[in-house]
């Protein structure tokens, strides 16, 4: 018999993405094993985040403060929003140091089989955004998945009256790649987006 905190605990993490019933037991064992290196400071870490963090109104990002601070960011180009899928798009962006715009979270892509629409991603709120923001750039960093292309091309039929420059982010080589090992859609990719080089 399993105690039943044990067996909770089990289960929650179980939930969570890339960790199922097996990995889950592995992870509780381990935090059981550190009650006061991992366990103690594991639950006040996730009491913490429950307590004070809160997902920004205007971008979607998730922060201590609403607005969140790239949002309220001075120096950020209110001029160009850069449409992520998640939060965790976002980050990615942000570790590169490229972008000094702002964001706009989706929260996933357009599916009809997990009945996720338009009012489930923010589309109105983007809408709005952009037509409060005279001369702006929407840029759709989605993903190249099926779900990911069907979303960009639905965003940029409803952005295309809104008088905003709408663009993607270019698909292809990745840098250090080489040919022979890429995939057809990749290669595909990176040659409909070439431009010139002089």
């Known amino acids: 018999m399993i105690a039943e905190p044990i067996e909770d605990l089990v289960r929650l993490l179980a939930r969570l993405p890339g960790l199922g019933p097996r990995s ?9 094993k550190r009650p006061d290196t991992l366990l103690a400071p594991l639950a006040a870490a ?6 004070e963090v809160r997902r920004c109104s205007l971008c979607g990002n998730l922060d201590l403060s609403d607005p969140c601070a790239i949002c309220r960011d001075p120096d950020r180009d209110p ?10 798009d976002l980050w990615a962006m942000e ?19 997990d009945a996720v629409g338009p009012e ?18 929407v840029i759709l960093a989605l993903s190249a998945t099926v779900a990911g292309q069907t979303t960009t091309h ?20 990745p840098v ?4 022979n090992y890429l995939d057809e859609g990749t290669l595909r990719a990176a040659f409909e987006a070439r431009r010139p080089l002089l």
């Open 24 to 32: 889950a037991r592995r992870a509780t064992l381990a935090l059981l």
């Open 46 to 51: 996730l009491e913490r985040c429950a307590r």
């Open 79 to 88: 001029t160009q929003i850069l449409v992520v899928e998640g939060i965790e």
């Open 95 to 113: 570790r590169t140091g490229s972008f000094k715009g702002r964001y706009h979270v989706l929260g996933g892509t357009l599916s009809a089989i």
């Open 120 to 137: 489930e991603l923010g589309v109105d709120r983007l809408l709005r955004r952009v037509a409060e923001t005279p001369g702006v750039e």
């Open 154 to 173: 639905y965003l940029a039929r409803r952005l295309a009256g809104s008088g905003a420059r709408i663009t993607r982010l270019g698909y292809g080589l």
């Open 176 to 179: 250090g790649g080489e040919l």
